[in-house]
């Protein structure tokens, strides 16, 4: 392997490094990771996940009133990566019966659960109940009465947020900014303070407790964020401000979102202004909270030139769906070799190719590869985020594995899915 220095992006895992055995996550070689558990695999740097999650819960440590920090399980589903968050004193966001139940399964007190979805079934609403979540956010008019039936059957009292829309548009591509007027989320402030009123007035088993906002995801403006609290904040009085989450994240070289301290200061100003320190404040991170800690591994099945240089991998759409639905950008790395001296080998421009049977199904449009070949292994970072939970089985794709690696050691968290599982629903 050379000596060359190679500087990793804001893109890697923070404790991720490049050394003679190529790149290093969490203390093992990406290489032996890959010949281990096969590839494409999810490798998840626990140490990373974990210090997210303590930057969050210090940078809002100075706020007066109860905070709670809950990961929006949307954006990694599964019970290790919950669990971890939850033993850091990180609570879960779920958008549904089956997210609630990986929350629980993960040990997360139901006092740490919000529930959230713009359509929740009948089954959602009474999972929420039965499991006594702290907080179910509505989000249409129509839930109430669902929501209300189903506390009563349960005879219990449900607290619950209002979501409010501030017509507020962050700076996003369009199919994750949830901020505008016309967004399918939430209520306008005229609904909001109506529902609220309608609460008090006819629904005996709905105790409204406060205000949810969530203007959309990968967000560096943090103006948006400020501007939005002191919309909702004015929709009335409340005990609880749930701000929800959106902060961006780095996914490449020269990207520079705000840091998690200064995302925090924003919020904390801003609820210092409106609703006042004594609020009890939710925080819903979900991208900031594990992207970075995630690097995909696959492995080069083959490179040919037509007008570009087509590059392709053992995964694609199924494993990440993000560069198909909203062309989502990433980096790329070929990780198993001796890197190149940058000055002396030729980099060549690549298109990283998925093995689906769709055009659009191209990981990355333009990286630069040193010599790629076939057998290579190609690390993609910023992958723990929008990435595990969006997988799906297109072409008879068995759905791959989370590794969790730190202090040298790894394990595996979500295991491969086979082939025979692919058919076990098909009754004929
Ligand atoms: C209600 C709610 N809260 C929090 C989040 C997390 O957003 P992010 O991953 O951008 O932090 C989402 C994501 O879509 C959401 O819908």
């Not at 999650?53 to 706020?63: K, L, P």
């Not at 989000?139 to 979501?163: T, W, Y």
């Not at 989320?185 to 088993?205: K, M, T, V």
């Not at 199924?318 to 001296?341: F, H, Q, T, V, W």
């Amino acid at each position: 392997m050379s000596d060359v220095a190679v500087q990793l992006s804001a893109a890697w895992p923070a404790g991720a490094t490049v050394g003679p055995d190529g790149l290093v996550l969490g203390g093992v070689p990406a290489a032996t990771l890959a010949a281990q558990y096969g590839t494409p695999a999810y490798v998840v740097d626990e140490v990373d996940l974990r210090a997210q999650a303590r930057a969050y819960r210090a940078a809002f440590s100075g706020h007066r009133g109860r905070v709670q920090i809950v990961f929006a399980s949307k954006a990694f589903p599964c019970t290790a990566v919950v669990r971890a968050l939850s033993e850091e004193g990180i609570g879960a966001d779920v958008a549904s019966a089956g997210e609630l139940f990986i929350a629980r399964k993960a040990g997360v007190d139901p006092a740490d659960i919000v529930v959230h979805g713009n359509g929740k079934s009948l089954a959602d609403l009474a999972a929420a109940v039965r499991e006594r979540v702290a907080f179910v956010v509505i989000d249409n008019p129509d839930e109430l009465g669902r929501l209300a039936e189903a506390a009563s059957a349960e005879g219990i009292v449900q607290d619950v947020l209002l979501r409010v829309t501030p017509d507020v548009r962050g700076e996003t591509h369009d199919k994750i900014s949830t901020g505008q007027a016309d967004s399918k989320f939430g209520l306008s402030p005229a609904a909001a303070i109506a529902a609220r009123q309608r609460i008090d007035e006819a629904y005996g088993s709905l105790n409204f407790r406060g205000w949810h906002m969530h203007i959309g995801s990968q967000l560096f403006e943090l103006d948006a964020f400020d501007r939005a609290i002191r919309t909702v904040a004015a929709s009335g009085p409340c005990e609880v401000l749930d701000v929800g989450g959106g902060l961006g994240v780095a996914y490449g070289a020269g990207q520079e979102p705000p840091s998690i301290e200064d995302y925090a200061q924003t919020i904390l100003a801003a609820v210092h202004d409106t609703v006042g320190d004594e609020i009890h404040l939710i925080v819903e991170p979900g991208r900031s909270m594990t992207a970075r800690a995630g690097v995909t591994l696959y492995t080069v099945t083959s490179v040919k030139q037509n007008v570009s240089t087509w590059v392709a991998v053992d995964g694609g759409m199924s494993d990440n769906l993000r560069p198909m639905l909203y062309g989502a950008k990433y980096e790329a790395a070929i990780i198993d070799r001796p890197l190149p001296d940058p000055a002396q080998t030729p980099l060549t421009t690549s298109r990283l190719a998925g093995l689906h049977c769709e055009s659009g199904d191209v990981l990355i449009d333009a990286v630069d590869l040193p010599a790629p070949a076939a057998g290579d292994i190609v690390a993609v970072p910023t992958t723990g985020a929008y990435t595990f939970s969006m997988a799906n089985t297109y072409n008879g794709t068995p759905r791959a594995p989370v590794v969790f690696v730190g202090d040298g050691e790894s394990r595996v968290v979500v295991r491969r899915e086979t082939i025979e599982e692919l058919g076990a629903r098909d009754v004929g």
